[in-house]
């Protein structure tokens, strides 16, 4: 068994309020020692979490950015525009009435992202540098939203709502590239946590997953998974809940040692 562990970071190995994984250490320590590779997966950009992801030393393990939009090594990133760009031409193609309801953070000041994401100015200018996706508000009604999806769709662009925006990209989602990344890591057996809507996909693909209790978010749906035990639900939030599913599930997936 090669185990692979794939997470999302905010409210899972991210506390929601200080952003410290601390708690998580211990488990972070025994995926280290036994050379178990720890995968980001964010909606998040490549240069967001590249700070993140070299103090956690990930090294050149890759990571999942932008909401499943792509798998990149955050310190080895490059800024390759030309998914984004096509999106943005996209955009700009549509007629007036479909377009003008949908402002996206290319159409934003960084002072205009700031306010929108809640986030200060330096953390929202990494988050505007984009190369796979488009986040955005929506202010149209629903048969124009409907219209404008169509439009986008045939233009081999989707849409996924997340608690605030609606992001545009190529389709692209964490449980998409989950695969990918096993296959050139060479591992069979794979931990997938997470805590909101934008997780379930990954956590219900993942040989085990694990939904991180979050109580300062919507509480996800009863899995498929969970009435078959491949799915399972922390206690403790955040990165305490985290550790403790990963120290779990590394003694129940632990080689079983023969008697001598």
């Known amino acids: 068994m090669r185990l692979i562990v794939f997470t999302d970071l905010d409210g899972t190995l991210l506390d929601h309020d200080s952003?410290?994984?601390a708690p998580a250490q211990p488990a972070l320590d025994?995926?280290?020692?036994?050379?178990?590779?720890?995968?980001?997966?964010?909606?998040?950009?490549?240069?967001?979490?590249?700070?993140?992801?070299?103090?956690?030393?990930l090294g050149d393990w890759p990571a999942i950015v932008e909401n499943g939009a792509q798998a990149v090594v955050p310190r080895a990133a490059d800024s390759d525009t030309t998914e984004y760009d096509r999106i943005r031409a996209a955009l700009d193609a549509?007629?007036?009435?479909?377009?003008?309801?949908?402002?996206?953070?290319?159409?934003?000041?960084?002072?205009?992202v700031a306010l929108a994401t809640g986030l200060p100015e330096p953390a929202a200018e990494l988050a505007r540098q984009r190369r796979f996706s488009e986040p955005g508000t929506w202010t149209?009604?629903?048969?124009?939203?409907a219209a404008f999806l169509n439009a986008l769709a045939a233009r081999g662009i989707s849409a996924r709502r997340g608690g605030r925006f609606l992001t545009l990209s190529a389709g692209g989602t964490k449980?998409?590239?989950?695969?990918?990344?096993?296959?050139?890591?060479?591992?069979?057996t794979s931990i997938a946590?997470?805590?909101?809507?934008n997780d379930v996909e990954m956590i219900e693909t993942a040989d085990h997953g694990v939904i991180v209790r979050n109580d300062a978010g919507?509480?996800?749906?009863?899995?498929?998974?969970?009435?078959?035990?491949?799915?399972?639900?922390?206690?403790?939030p955040g990165p305490a809940g985290w550790n403790r599913?990963?120290?779990?599930?590394?003694?129940?997936?632990?080689?079983?040692?023969?008697a001598d």
């Open 175 to 188: 449980a998409g590239c989950m695969a990918g990344i096993m296959r050139d890591l060479d591992r069979d």
């Open 140 to 145: 149209g009604d629903e048969s124009t939203r």
């Open 218 to 236: 919507t509480s996800l749906p009863q899995l498929a998974g969970e009435s078959r035990g491949r799915v399972r639900r922390t206690t403790a």
């Open 193 to 197: 946590l997470g805590d909101a809507p």
């Open 19 to 21: 952003y410290s994984f």
């Open 30 to 57: 025994a995926l280290r020692a036994r050379g178990i590779p720890l995968i980001l997966a964010t909606s998040k950009t490549a240069a967001e979490i590249a700070p993140l992801h070299a103090q956690l030393g």
């Open 94 to 112: 549509l007629p007036h009435e479909l377009r003008a309801p949908f402002t996206g953070f290319g159409d934003m000041s960084l002072r205009e």
């Open 245 to 258: 599913a990963v120290l779990d599930l590394l003694d129940e997936t632990a080689p079983t040692r023969s």
